[in-house]
């Protein structure tokens, strides 16, 4: 069946880095954009970046442009997400989401997050 | 960039009840709006796209509408199980900004 597992969440001082990772299965990865959604404890969603079916195209929200970085491997199914210069407001539980088309739409798949928590 | 507001931002209503959710954007986005339904403790999910589609699997009770800037969701009959936060999410270019979200329980 069709699956999104993430990994790396964990406890972080502020300004410090964290790399999260998504693992997918049961579809055809390399042919679907992928999302990074982020909900702080009970706040609402927030997008946070998107990656073209290929890798060729990203976007970001104003909140982390330029301290995130999204990047995927086809090769090995494979969704991150780089996070530097943290910061307490990250603080979060971060969902990996595919998109249903290969670019930016909506999103037809969630896993079950990895926390984030970024205090000192 | 465009904006998404939710009204209300919460509600209680009786099981069998019609309950209907706006959704507005700032700026006309056609008819790119999905719906999410997001259960206590649980992951988010897909209900509308196209502010009209249902998603596979979804029951019927759920039905979507609008276009250009106004968009409602409504759940015909209110489920116990339909208990949760639905969030709109404009998907006609980035950002793909969510809705506050409204929060639905049982009267």
């Known amino acids: 069946q069709v699956q999104l597992v993430e990994s790396g969440g964990g406890v972080v001082q502020p300004g410090r880095s964290l790399r999260l990772s998504c693992a997918a299965s049961?579809?055809?990865?390399?042919?679907?954009?992928m999302h990074w959604v982020r909900q702080a404890p009970g706040k609402g969603l927030e997008w946070v970046a998107v990656?073209?079916?290929?890798?060729?195209?990203?976007y970001y929200a104003d909140s982390v442009k330029g301290r995130f970085t999204i990047s995927r491997d086809n090769s090995k199914d494979t969704l991150s997400l780089q996070m530097n210069s943290l910061r307490p407001e990250d603080t979060a539980l971060y969902y990996c989401?595919?998109?249903?088309?290969?670019?930016?739409?909506?999103?037809?798949?969630w896993g079950k997050g990895t926390a984030v928590i970024v205090s000192s | 960039d465009i904006q998404m507001t939710q009204s209300p931002s919460s509600l209680s209503a009786s099981v069998g009840d019609r309950v209907t959710i706006t959704c507005r954007a700032s700026?006309?986005?056609?008819?790119?709006l999905a719906w999410y339904q997001q259960k206590p403790g649980r992951v988010p999910k897909l209900l509308i796209y196209?502010?009209?589609t249902l998603q596979s699997g979804v029951p019927s009770r759920f039905s979507g509408s609008g276009s250009g800037t106004d968009f409602t969701l409504t759940i015909s009959s209110l489920q116990p199980e339909d208990v949760a936060t639905y969030y709109c999410?404009?998907?006609?270019?980035?950002?793909?900004?969510f809705g506050g979200g409204t929060k639905v329980e049982i009267k």
């Open positions: 049961g579809f055809t990865f390399s042919s679907f954009g």
């Open positions: 196209a502010a009209s």
């Open positions: 999410q404009k998907h006609n270019s980035v950002p793909l900004t």
């Open positions: 990656i073209l079916y290929d890798g060729s195209i990203k």
């Open positions: 700026q006309g986005i056609n008819n790119y």
């Open positions: 989401a595919k998109d249903a088309m290969y670019n930016w739409n909506y999103m037809d798949v």
